[in-house]
């Protein structure tokens, strides 16, 4: 079974920093794009970083300088580093990948969610 499980996820005060991990797991022949979202309360989902296979990187406007996506493919694995984090970047962070599972099937796939709760 496919399955992408995130870590890291937590409480930090303003100006902390916090690493999120996302593994994919299962019977995986490559991966394509690799990346984060997250869904605060009363607000829609949005892309927070992205990373495509070969490396290349977007992030969006907010956190642009402080946040860090990178992915280890020889363990499927995409990290996002948070530094100087504020209150606004509490909220529910999702990782999504484009998995290719064999020659035939590929497939958009997601993690559970983990959270990030930031003080003032």
């Known amino acids: 079974q496919v399955q992408l499980v995130e870590s890291g996820g937590g409480l930090v005060q303003a100006g902390g920093s916090l690493r999120l991990s996302c593994a994919a797991s299962g019977i995986i022949f490559s991966i394509n794009a690799m990346g984060w979202y997250r869904q605060a309360p009363g607000k829609q989902r949005e892309l927070v970083a992205a990373?495509?296979?070969?490396?290349?990187?977007n992030y969006a406007d907010s956190v642009k300088g402080r946040f860090t996506i990178s992915r280890d493919n020889a363990k499927n694995t995409v990290y996002l580093q948070m530094n100087s984090l504020k209150p606004e970047d509490t909220a529910v962070y999702s990782c999504n990948a484009d998995l290719v599972l064999s020659l035939s099937r590929r497939g958009d796939y997601w993690g559970q969610g983990t959270q990030v709760t930031v003080s003032s």
């Open positions: 990373i495509t296979s070969g490396g290349s990187t």
